[in-house]
């Protein structure tokens, strides 16, 4: 059985262990980064460079949706005009300018995952 990939983040001076499926996305609050996850949102003070390195060193599903913020692609359930509609429910808004090159980076991903299974 596969390993379940996870982050790990300082929050709260305490670390704590984030499996990356149950992240949905993550997103700047002035100083702070913010991971909404199915379990609440868990706030560290960490510069978007190194959560997004942090991210992208633990998986491959992570996409910058507009300066930042990075959104799971495997919680994508679809789209609402231009925004990206979580499975939980939730939108998480998309850059107009690229919008449509990110909701196509989208769709090539899942189109991948789709075939690899």
């Known amino acids: 059985m596969a390993e379940m990939q996870c982050v790990e ?4 001076r305490q670390r704590v262990r984030l499996p990356v499926q ?3 996305y993550v997103d700047l609050s002035r100083n702070a980064s913010l991971f909404h ?19 992208e060193q633990s998986a491959s599903c992570f996409l ?7 959104v799971n692609m495997n919680r994508i359930a679809g789209f609402a005009g231009i925004d990206f509609v979580m499975d939980n429910g ?20 899942r189109c991948a995952k789709t075939a690899t299974a």
């Not at 379990?39 to 460079?49: I, L, N, P």
């Not at 939730?90 to 991903?109: A, C, N, T």
């Open 64 to 70: 910058t949706c507009y300066k930042g913020c990075l």
């Open 90 to 109: 939730e939108r998480v808004q998309v850059r107009k300018r690229d919008g449509k090159k990110i909701r196509q980076s989208y769709v090539l991903y």
């Open 22 to 24: 149950s992240i949905l």
């Open 37 to 55: 996850t199915d379990s609440g949102v868990v706030k560290t003070y960490m510069t978007f460079t190194r959560m997004k390195a942090l991210l």
């Open 9 to 12: 983040v300082l929050s709260n």
